[in-house]
């Protein structure tokens, strides 16, 4: 369980020097460009979800992102024995979920910095990067169970 807990504390610390880092030395709409039209980081402020949506809905994401929090830790801790894949990725949502919660209790907005450009994909901070890269695993393993379902129970799998 200490090595899922310790994830998430390293995301957090991540997430929040990269935000401090960005807060400090960028002015808000500032952009830096790392690799031209590939990549760059840009101060951005958001006071909602992903891609800007639901802006100034702060109640909501509180609660919302409480519940999320608790039902990844309750589950964390029911398959951390068994499904080491399916940790890991619950610990990634943990530590994005809470790096983002912490800014919208203290702050009532979120630090973003990190920009797409060649797709231009809106600015996201590293938090998001690990909550995705949650997501992804527990796709995975979600993937990887219904085959290994399937295969057991004898129908072909896809």
């Given at each position: 369980m200490v090595r899922y807990y310790s994830i998430a504390i390293g995301i957090i610390i991540a997430d929040h020097v990269v935000?401090?880092?960005?807060?400090?030395?960028?002015a808000i709409g500032q952009q830096?460009?790392?690799i031209p039209g590939v990549f760059g980081l840009a101060s951005v402020?958001?006071?909602g979800a992903a891609?800007?949506?639901?802006?100034?809905q702060r109640?909501?994401?509180?609660?919302?992102?409480?519940?999320?929090?608790v039902g990844v830790s309750l589950y964390l801790r029911k398959t951390y024995r068994e499904k080491k894949l399916l940790s890991y990725g619950l610990a990634l949502i943990l530590g994005g979920a809470l790096g983002n919660f912490i800014d919208r209790v203290f702050k009532g907005e979120v630090v973003d910095m990190?920009?797409?450009?060649?797709?231009d994909f809106p600015v996201f901070n590293v938090a998001d990067s690990f909550l995705?890269?949650?997501v992804l695993i527990l796709l995975i393993?979600?993937?990887?169970?219904a085959r290994t379902n399937r295969s057991s129970s004898g129908l072909p799998s896809a």
């Open positions: 935000k401090w880092l960005v807060s400090a030395y960028m830096i460009t790392i402020r958001n006071r891609f800007g949506m639901l802006q100034d109640s909501f994401f509180l609660i919302a992102t409480s519940v999320v929090l990190l920009h797409v450009r060649f797709i995705c890269m949650g393993d979600s993937w990887r169970d």
